[in-house]
């Protein structure tokens, strides 16, 4: 299964539309992620044994989501991530609060 879809099964029926990327719809609240870094992790004999993905999570909001981001931690590390680091954001020209979650994926 690849990185993308290990994320969006585990975010699936989350309750806010959930998106590779980019989100084009009319939710006020949203998820979009993508890879930031994909690299080998571990080599033998000149082999790729164990890839890591690096993994941002984006969470968009007009309110408050500080229960989505906890939903989002609680089932990204179940589904086998590691914490890297969080921040949050806001984006002025959209009035839009932005939390930033990075997780980490050894795959082999």
Do not use: C
């Not at 969470?59 to 989002?72: A, C, F, G, H, P």
């Not at 086998?80 to 020209?93: A, H, P, Q, V, W």
């Amino acid at each position: 299964m690849s990185i993308n879809k290990k994320v969006i099964s585990a975010l699936k029926d989350i309750g806010v539309p959930v998106r590779f990327q980019t989100y084009s719809g009319d939710e006020e609240t949203y998820i979009t992620f993508f890879i930031y870094l994909d690299k080998p992790e571990l080599h033998s004999d000149d082999k790729e044994l164990i890839n890591g993905y690096y993994v941002q999570i984006d969470i968009w909001s007009k309110e408050d989501y500080t229960d989505l981001v906890d939903t989002v931690y609680t089932r990204i590390i179940d589904a086998g991530f590691t914490k890297l680091n969080f921040y949050d954001l806001y984006e002025e020209d959209t009035k839009t609060y932005h939390k930033v979650m990075r997780f980490f994926k050894e795959v082999i």
